[in-house]
């Protein structure tokens, strides 16, 4: 494989830490409201700007990582192999993570059950987005509209349901952690539409700083790379410092 390819985007890797870091810091002011430690509204102010920041970036960042890794497997193949079945796989591997959450928050939890969570929606966008990665303006007008179509959908109730991963909620339907597909794999189809045009051929159409080996970078550069096993303990080790700070206990388990 050319060395060119066999690089990574360390600015990728560093804004994916960012917003990992912001997750967990919103997860910390969830947990304190959560357990009644501390009395702040986190559906407003800056508990919300950190967490829906935090999602939107993280989530672009899906699409934008998908065409990296896209453009690099073609021009290490040479165009000729069918990537299909390795993202059909990769998003199959994050669902089922997905799912673990769903499993262990029906055993714990008596309300806020996560059916269809972040981890949900990135390993469905993983597959759903395949179609996308070789196209540039298409993914950027489809992604505006579901945006878009997410605003007329924000109060969208059924009586089933079986189309709450697409935004479609059923009455009474109240959950911890949820993302439909609309409106939030439009933020995906704009990472693709960002990523086409900013890493056309694996190669940065951009200048940038020199900056990957100072301490600030390399540090949220590592947590960038490993987001997903950070966002996976992440709240078991909040929750169990809290449980040593002697904040809590485990009968907050089914409340």
């Known amino acids: 494989m050319d060395s060119y390819l066999q690089k990574r985007f360390w600015e990728v890797d560093v804004f994916r830490g960012i917003a990992i870091i912001c997750m967990v810091i919103y997860h910390i002011f969830f947990d304190l409201y959560f357990l009644g430690i501390y009395e702040t509204d986190i559906h407003s102010g800056i508990p919300l700007l950190i967490g829906r920041g935090a999602a939107i970036i993280f989530i672009f960042l899906v699409g934008v990582s998908l065409t990296l890794s896209y453009s690099r ?26 799912l673990v959450i769903t499993v262990v928050t029906g055993l714990f939890l008596e309300r806020g059950v996560i059916v269809f969570g972040i981890l949900h929606l990135i390993g469905v966008s993983i597959i759903l987005a ?18 878009l179509l997410g605003f007329f959908m924000e109060g969208a109730y ?4 079986w189309l709450l991963w697409i935004g479609f909620k059923p009455f009474g339907f109240y959950t911890f952690d949820y993302f439909p597909l609309v409106p939030w794999f439009g933020f995906v189809l704009l990472g693709v539409f960002t990523g086409n045009v900013l890493y056309e051929g694996y190669q940065r159409q951009f200048e940038i700083c020199d900056c990957e080996d100072r301490p600030s970078v390399r540090v949220l550069d590592l947590f960038g790379r490993h987001s997903l096993f950070i ?6 080790i909040i929750l169990g410092l809290l449980m040593l700070l002697g904040y809590t206990d485990v009968s907050f388990v089914g409340f």
């Not at 395949?130 to 945006?147: C, E």
């Not at 966002?231 to 078991?236: A, C, M, R, S």
């Open 73 to 98: 497997a073609r021009l290490s193949s040479g165009g000729k192999k069918n990537l299909f079945p390795k993202y059909l796989k990769r998003g199959l591997i994050i669902f089922f993570w997905g």
């Open 130 to 147: 395949y179609p996308f990665l070789k196209y540039r303006g298409t993914p950027l007008i489809i992604g505006f509209f579901i945006i």
């Open 158 to 161: 059924v009586d089933f349901p």
């Open 231 to 236: 966002y996976l303990v992440h709240q078991p």
